[in-house]
């Protein structure tokens, strides 16, 4: 009987859970893992160029997937990937992270090796980890796949970030167990739980419902049909738009704090109460913190607990949604929709300059229904709230984590993992820039993205904010147009979009090819931006004490 090695047993039970791809950047500590990852063929290697790309590119797969994972090596891998890694972290993404480390006897004895700071402190890094993922697991020679079990059960069961140190020596070595399949995935919601679900209902029959980004993550999303059908009125924060089809007669817009239209917010934080299911309550998803959700008539449905004057744990969020929804009582009024589905059928002037609505709503006409969406944080993110999107449309952002850069490798990760949906990504030029070395993945493992680069001329979302004419949120102009196939994406068909008919016609062929990656570029305005941005930053100027945009551009 064949011997596994203690890295085949990891990448058996990564297989077995669903995963076949795993994205990262080779490394002395990491090659013999490797080699015998290439020898298995039990999961796909994809060689990104940084540790950075590669992690978003794990946070993009498991978005699309559930789960995803990125290999990196000891010290400069993994503080590479850090920042993605957190990403994760912050916006609820299951990305499993192995880091292959110095042999055992190194560790030990505090060696002064290379990709540390030659102190003796080889522990560094780990406790660096223990900060930024949601559980870290050290393998050892004492019972390693017991360890490996462990972390596997706990990633799959929270999808939540998972660190596995795993030391080089360790890694290699024969094991005489057999491998034992991971066992099945059993999910329950506790009594307690489901009793204080029950009890709200009955004191509140005709809350709301508000969903967040973790029901977006967590397997609600196939759930939300079910509102429709009892007709309970359902808002979304931000992050979760899409999460319910745009066009139903129970979904009454986006909850945005004090950014949202007064009868939304009134609605939302009225005195019938509200189900927050999944909601993460963060500045970039209340208005700044402006939401005014009273605890006494608010029930919170989380990853895994229930609260409402108790909290309890095991309960999880499908579950919990499953029984709310059993739960609850059909509404019979119709509700005051905050959305203009007319707006996404606009008609365009075709020989029209394009501006950041005309290029959103032109997209929202062309984009089909069953796609997955990346809009990067700043101007590609609010234009996407001010959209219609076609039914079953999967928006993803990061809005809690908020680095720019995220959407490019993301979206190729996503495209990558077999999902059926096709990809879309939408970026601005100055966060393009920070992670597109990653085309590089369309010719060598056939990502196919429709990827919109706003060639805006730096960092509008900052102009709009403070520093419109300050040289600070300027960046390098880069001829785009011959970008991707320099980078190694040769295959990718690169058009620039001097008005609405070329956007439009652009489109067109890129959702009839799905052969191949498009990259569309946009050229803006450096101060176009939609109405949410607009809004937002008059917010914000106002906060600061600053000038409107518009005095500050009239005064030269």
């Known amino acids: ?319 919990a949604f499953i029984h709310w929804l059993s739960c609850s009582t059909p509404f019979a009024e119709e509700h005051a929709t905050h959305h203009k589905e007319s707006e996404r059928f606009s008609k365009i002037d075709p020989q029209a300059a394009l501006t950041q609505k005309s290029m959103w709503t032109i997209l929202t006409q062309k984009m089909p229904e069953h796609v997955r969406i990346f809009a990067e944080t700043g101007s590609p993110h609010y234009g996407a709230l001010d959209s219609i999107f076609a039914n079953d449309t999967v928006f993803e952002c990061a809005s809690i984590w908020s680095a720019i850069g995220y959407a490019l490798p993301a979206s190729l990760g996503a495209s990558l993992s077999e999902s059926t949906r096709r990809v879309v990504s939408v970026i601005g030029d100055g966060a393009a820039q920070m992670t597109a070395n990653e085309f590089g993945l369309v010719d060598r493992y056939g990502a196919n993205p429709v990827i919109l680069i706003l060639d805006n001329d730096g960092y509008t979302v900052e102009r709009i904010i403070r520093g419109e004419k300050a040289a600070y949120n300027d960046v390098a102009q880069w001829q785009w147009r011959q970008l991707p196939a320099t980078l190694g994406a040769k295959s990718a068909r690169t058009t620039v979009c001097i008005n609405s008919a070329s956007f439009a016609e652009s489109l067109s062929e890129a959702f009839k090819d799905e052969s191949r990656a498009h990259v569309i570029i946009v050229p803006l305005d450096k101060y176009d931006a939609t109405t949410s941005l607009l809004t937002m930053g008059k917010f914000l100027r106002a906060k600061a004490k600053l000038p409107s945009l518009e005095q500050s551009l009239s005064e030269g």
């Open 1 to 319: 009987m064949k011997k596994f090695t203690i890295v085949e047993h990891l990448y058996k039970h990564i297989r077995e859970v669903g995963v076949k791809t795993i994205f990262g950047v080779p490394g002395d500590f990491s090659l013999a893992m490797l080699d015998i990852l290439e020898s298995s063929n039990a999961l796909r290697w994809i060689g990104c160029a940084t540790e950075l790309g590669a992690a978003y590119c794990a946070d993009g797969y498991a978005r699309a997937n559930g789960l995803g994972v990125v290999l990196t090596t000891f010290g400069v891998g993994e503080l590479s990937a850090a920042t993605a890694i957190a990403g994760s972290t912050a916006e609820d993404v299951g990305v499993l992270h192995i880091v292959a480390t110095p042999p055992t006897n190194a560790l030990n004895v505090g060696s002064p090796l290379h990709h540390s700071f030659a102190d003796g402190d080889l522990q560094r890094f780990q406790r660096v980890a223990q900060e930024i993922h949601n559980k870290t697991f050290t393998v050892t020679e004492n019972n390693p796949l017991k360890t490996i079990k462990e972390a596997i059960h706990y990633w799959r069961t929270k999808a939540s970030t998972t660190y596995i140190m795993l030391p080089q020596d360790i890694a290699v070595k024969e094991s005489d167990n057999d491998f034992l399949p991971t066992p099945p995935l059993y999910e329950h919601i506790s009594p307690n739980a489901s009793k204080l679900i029950s009890e709200f209902i009955n004191k509140y029959p005709n809350a709301i419902a508000i969903l967040g980004n973790v029901a977006q993550r967590r397997g609600v999303r196939e759930l939300t049909p079910g509102l429709a059908e009892k007709n309970i009125p359902v808002a979304v924060l931000p992050n979760a738009k899409g999460i319910v089809n745009e066009t139903d007669s129970n979904y009454i817009g986006i909850y945005n704090g004090k950014l949202s239209s007064p009868s939304l917010k009134n609605r939302a934080e009225g005195p019938s109460g509200r189900v927050l299911i999944g909601c993460t309550l963060a500045d970039t998803t209340t208005g700044g913190l402006s939401h005014i959700f009273s605890s006494k008539n608010t029930l919170i449905i989380d990853a895994h607990t229930v609260s409402w004057n108790s909290r309890f744990e095991n309960a999880p969020i499908k579950q």
